[in-house]
């Protein structure tokens, strides 16, 4: 279908500031136009039970969790969550509105972990900052008030390939059980050529920003090639949580999240897959924009609640 209004005038906003492209700009500067981005796109913010920001150690060095604890009774199932920004921006504020509504909406806690950006901190570092931000809340979840046996994983473009990747780790190391993952348009596969990274480039997010982006995270080429770096390539997907896997269709991640989804089917996983017509790359934080950012949240609580399969 043709791209949504509401995205199309989105796109028309970004042109009119005339900022130089993101590929051009060094990630401090992109850091700051990220966050400026945030101020202007995002809903809302909810108020919630109580917000909380923890350090915990991790290797050599720490990160820092943001802790949302909507009203409930009992223990309450909990969400790790990862932000997107192409593992070189993003930060806890980038997803703090959305996350304060998926929290109130499924009556989760929600854990919003940080993890040290590239190219400062290259792969896999951000990896491994993020398996630990998630074994530390499964040892911790009773503490924060959570069921331990309840913990969804999920993340949004470069936080939904380390949402993917966590899962994995957590397989193959056997802690901790996840329940969910959420995968809201995901990178899955740097090794291979999708026809949607050149059919929708320029899309907000384009082909050279990919390359940008995948410069600054990876320490070689050999890299792209990594199972924790590319899920895709893991040679068996199965006994992975049950998943939601999201993509937009104007988007030069959609061929690789649909394929991943796919593959997930094939290896027993329990999916259920949304492409969303007419988005565009990012939608999830672009709810004070785009309207269908704002329906992504409702489903996103649905399917924590069990509401949608």
């Not at 190219?119 to 331990?148: M, Q, R």
């Not at 939904?160 to 899962?167: D, F, Q, S, T």
Request: proline share 6%; with cysteine.
């Amino acid at each position: 279908m043709a791209i949504d209004p509401q995205a199309k005038a989105f796109l028309d906003y970004l042109k009119s500031l005339n900022s130089p492209p993101i590929n051009t700009l060094s990630p401090e500067k992109n850091r700051k136009g990220a966050r400026y981005l945030t101020k202007k796109t995002s809903i809302s913010p909810q108020p919630v039970s109580s917000v909380e920001d923890r350090w915990i150690a991790v290797e050599e060095g720490k990160i820092r969790l943001r802790i949302y604890i909507p009203e409930g009774k009992g223990l309450l199932p909990v969400l790790v969550f990862y932000h997107g920004g192409g593992w070189v921006t993003g930060d806890l504020d980038s997803v703090d509105a959305p996350l304060r509504a998926i929290a109130n909406d499924a009556c989760r806690i929600v854990v919003s972990a940080e993890y040290r950006l590239a190219p400062e901190h290259k792969f896999p570092i951000a990896v491994n900052d993020c398996y630990h931000a998630l074994k530390w809340t499964a040892e911790n979840a009773s503490v924060l008030g959570g069921d331990p046996q309840r913990i969804a994983v999920g993340g949004e473009s470069a936080g939904g390939n380390l949402a993917a990747v966590a899962c994995l780790i957590a397989r193959d190391k056997g802690f901790p059980l996840v329940e969910k993952q959420l995968l809201i348009y995901p990178a899955t596969d740097f090794s291979g050529n999708y026809l949607s990274r050149e059919k929708y480039n320029g899309y907000f997010l384009t082909k050279d920003d990919l390359q940008y982006f995948e410069k600054h995270y990876f320490r070689a080429e050999k890299d792209r090639e990594e199972v924790y770096a590319s899920p895709m390539l893991a040679e068996d997907l199965s006994g992975l949580p049950p998943a939601l896997v999201v993509t937009a269709e104007y988007d030069p991640l959609h061929d690789e999240g649909e394929a991943y989804a796919c593959r997930l089917k094939k290896a027993g996983v329990e999916v259920t897959y949304r492409c969303y017509q007419g988005m565009i790359h990012g939608f999830f934080c672009f709810g004070g924009k785009i309207d269908q950012g704002i329906v992504l949240l409702k489903q996103i609580a649905r399917y924590l609640k069990g509401e949608e399969t």
